[in-house]
């Protein structure tokens, strides 16, 4: 239940945030997820939905943006986009995936917090409040 893990650890960490400056609800959290973090936004949205269930972050949008896995080769210098399943020669020369540039990312780029006076139908000049975190969520093994 990786998808479990990553939602209550989504849910925990903007829970503790909204606490500390009084949030009092949050409208969306937008996570990046690496193509190769084995993570299906279907069942990661199913998850965050139970996780999310009772707490301040109840009701938020759960925006997931997919991250492309790309890979470098060293000797040509080489990057492209590995796809699933992952392909991880080189096209140009053969050789093995020197290291893979990105793709296994799981964090949480930013969360938008509600604003209790605020109404749909009315914009203000003002951005809505907004705080980036950069943070991976797990510890990549
Ligand atoms: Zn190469």
Redesign the pocket.
Known sequence: MHEMSLAVAVVDQVETVARSRGAVGVSSIELEVGELAGVVADALAFCFELACAGTVVEGAELITRTVPGTAR?A??A?VWAVGMPPLLL?P??G?AADELVSGRELRIREVRWADPESREDRRTDGEAPREEHRQPITEES
């Open positions: 080769c000797p040509c080489e080189c140009g020369c050789a």
